[in-house]
């Protein structure tokens, strides 16, 4: 065996449990838990040590999320009037979208959200911009 591998055979008993696909909420909430512990660490770095395997359990983590908790299918209006409720926001209080009249039109349907509103709405609920596009 060469030594890279002498040194995973090592280690690998406490870093496969990682990489290893959730079986359940806890195992899930254990692999969250682990992967914010390593941004932690990480920060910024894209060169760490550790990036790789950040990367790799946030991919395992995804995966669950897509297989177990879908996106529903909703409208990315329906989107920005649940966020609205949830912050306590009128329409006059969104100037990333324009001029109240601007909110209204497309709350009601008559307009779409830009990208670059779209852009600004991900920034200010720290939201995805898909979350925004509509299904």
Known sequence: MTAILDQAAMHWAH??????????EADYDAKV?????LLDVIGDDEQHPLASLAARLGDVIKAYDETHCPMPDVAG?????????EHGVNQSQLPEIGAQSVVSSILSGGRTLNWRQICAL???FGVPTDAFKDR
């Open 122 to 124: 991900s920034e200010r």
């Open 33 to 37: 838990e682990a992967l914010d512990e």
């Open 77 to 85: 209006i329906d989107v920005l009037r649940y966020l609205m409720r």
């Open 15 to 24: 870093i496969a449990p990682l990489l290893d696909e959730p079986e359940n």
